[in-house]
């Protein structure tokens, strides 16, 4: 069975991608909460996307309706838990990367860097374009 967050009825859909420093270091428990919490938030906003976090660090890819992206974001601005924010990329999208999962998950720690730090450097040098693929590996099997 599909996930119901996946079914786009030919709206405008939009992916943004943000990198952010929490201000305290999350524990395992305060990762699981706020999963819950974006997954049931999500889910409510027909947006899927992922999460990864290391060091202190947050990158996330979201997706969904141009409008229910927004007003996530605009959450996310407003979290006092964030030290540093920063958009990486944004851009409208004709078919999702994540239609399964409300908020995919993953720890950065013991995954291979090279995907993460060429986004990293790309993120430095250009606000136009974002390795996607790079971020995609950080999720692949």
Not at 27 to 51: K, P
Not at 105 to 122: N, Q, S, V
Request: proline share 4%; with cysteine.
């Amino acid at each position: 069975m599909r996930n119901s967050t996946a079914v786009d009825d030919h709206q405008n859909l939009a992916s943004k991608t943000y990198l952010s420093k929490a201000i305290d270091v999350f524990s395992e428990h305060d990762l699981h909460q706020l999963l819950i919490h974006c997954r049931r938030n999500n889910a409510a906003a027909s947006v899927t996307g992922a999460l990864l976090y290391h060091n202190g660090y947050f990158m996330q890819l979201i997706e969904g309706p141009l409008g229910a992206i927004t007003s996530i974001y605009d959450h996310i601005q407003a979290d006092s838990r964030h030290e540093i924010l920063s958009v990486l990329f944004e851009d409208e999208i004709s078919a999702r990367f994540f239609p399964d999962w409300t908020m995919g998950y993953r720890a950065a720690a013991g995954m291979p860097f090279e995907p993460l730090d060429t986004i990293y450097e790309t993120a430095k040098v250009s606000t136009t374009r974002f390795p996607i693929n790079d971020f995609l590996l950080m999720f692949g099997e």
